[in-house]
């Protein structure tokens, strides 16, 4: 996720436009603060709505946690999770080796 100030909106529009067409969410700010969030137009957002393609977005770019995804898209954490399955978004993110030193705990 990018941010942007708008004065950035001035003379980088077009890595603004980029990045949503690559499917990636931008931040504007003004003196510091959140003004608005550049959301990619897609599927998710025609099918879903904002709410729930910005808590998508937000969560598989691992900038919030499933739980604040979910209250962001107004789901409760059982819908929520069955969206990400039909978006294809995995829930569970194992850190590199994670799954492996498990194994061998467990083993």
Request: glycine letters at 8%.
């Amino acid at each position: 996720m990018q941010t942007f100030s708008v004065r950035d909106l001035r003379d980088r529009t077009t890595e603004v436009v980029r990045e949503a067409q690559s499917g990636k969410l931008s931040v504007v700010t003004k003196h510091g603060q959140p003004v608005f969030v550049a959301v990619p137009f897609d599927e998710t957002l025609l099918r879903e709505g904002v709410a729930v393609a910005l808590a998508v977005k937000l969560f598989d770019d691992e900038a919030i946690s499933l739980g604040k995804a979910a209250q962001l898209a107004g789901m409760s954490l059982s819908d929520f999770t069955d969206t990400l399955g039909r978006l294809g978004i995995p829930v569970a993110r194992p850190i590199s080796g994670e799954l492996e030193q498990e194994l061998e705990t467990f083993g």
